[in-house]
């Protein structure tokens, strides 16, 4: 076993998942705004030291995906954000990639940037303490989109990236995203997200990627957000499991879904069901972080000096989203 591959399988042992907390500033800005909080780089720690530093943490999160702000701030006990997390068994990790620009010659699609000074900025987040890295490609999904443009120049960036990570001893989260917005059937969304997956893997194998040291991060299949046509949840478990077990190599040890602004309930709901019905020998969790954090925030924004109230919100969330990792979850565990 590499030693890649035990980090992968480390990070989402036992039901454990991944918290995503590496908003840019820019969204984490609209995300407090929104509770009418003000963005200021002490209130980004805060929030996000009350989850840190949570019970939750402990039983349910193998690993954090931090931003480039936080990886270097510390807590208000003056420690070292990634050595918080590694004290409570949990790998820090970072996203890597700078962001999503609009693409030459097909500027209704995103192009995501980041290579370039790429080698020299994952030695720095290493010796930071970065176990892991997350570079996220996305798509939007309409008659014409994605468009072959845009799905293989997103598979080959996810590759290269994927390929430097590795050389430096980290294991790359490869997160192609096919957003919920618009209004396509759930029939498209398979179609789409098999086909971009399995560029991505095209890419991935063509650039030598050990593909027992990566986790793939994809959407659920679903309908558009605007769509009349919704399909249930249980039908959303099996076309995900179809989808994946067609398109991803057995090689790969996990993956980690993205909430991609599903509720915080249809996310566990749809998680449970995938892990009830699941035929692969994937391990099928999560790395949320709408559906982790939203009601701890709510919480936090009507009085952030209540950090235990925040964390049970927390920890009651993560806890759901490690039992629908394991196929346990049920609606009436909401309410205990
Ligand atoms: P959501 O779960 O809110 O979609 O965020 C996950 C993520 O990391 C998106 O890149």
């Not at 900025?121 to 570079?135: H, P, Q």
């Not at 991935?204 to 919704?230: C, F, R, W, Y």
């Not at 909430?259 to 949320?288: D, H, R, V």
Request: hydrophobic share 35%; charged share 25%.
């Amino acid at each position: 076993m590499s030693d890649l591959n035990k980090i992968a399988l480390k990070i989402l042992e036992s039901g454990k998942g991944i918290l995503a907390a590496d908003e840019s500033t820019g969204t984490m800005t609209k995300r407090l705004e929104s509770v009418k909080i003000d963005s200021t780089s002490d209130n980004r720690i805060k929030f996000r030291e009350t989850l840190f530093s949570s019970n939750g943490m402990k039983e349910c999160i193998g690993g954090v995906i931090l931003y480039d702000e936080t990886i270097r701030q510390k807590s208000s006990d003056g420690k070292e954000i990634p050595k918080l997390l590694s004290e409570l068994g949990s790998m820090p990790g970072i996203k890597v990639d700078t962001g999503a620009k609009e693409m030459a010659n097909s500027s209704s699609e995103k192009i995501t940037e980041g290579l370039d000074g790429l080698r020299e900025r994952l030695k720095e987040y290493f010796n930071l303490g970065a176990k892991f890295t997350k570079w996220r490609g996305v798509y939007n999904i309409s008659k014409d989109h994605p468009s072959k443009l845009s799905i293989h120049s997103n598979a080959h960036a996810l590759a290269r990236y994927a390929a430097l990570v590795q050389e430096c001893n980290m294991v790359p989260i490869v997160e192609p995203e096919l957003l919920m917005d618009g209004n396509h059937s759930a029939e498209d969304c398979f179609k789409k997200t098999s086909e971009v997956i399995k560029k991505c893997f095209d890419e991935l194998i063509l650039h030598k990627v050990d593909l027992t040291g990566i986790i793939l991060k994809p959407n659920m299949i679903l309908a558009g957000s605007e769509s009349s046509e919704q399909i249930s949840n249980e039908e959303t478990a099996k076309l995900t499991i179809k989808c994946l077990k067609e398109s991803v190599p057995s090689d790969v040890p996990g993956i980690a879904f993205l909430s991609g602004g599903q509720t915080e309930i249809q996310a566990t709901e749809n998680l449970n069901l995938i892990n009830k019905f699941n035929e692969t020998n994937f391990i099928m969790s999560y790395s949320y972080g709408r559906a982790l954090q939203q009601s701890a925030l709510k919480h936090w924004a009507k009085d952030i000096s209540d950090i235990a109230g925040t964390q049970k919100v927390f920890d009651h969330r993560a806890k759901m989203c490690t039992l629908a990792a394991q196929g346990k979850w049920s609606k009436e565990l909401e309410n205990v």
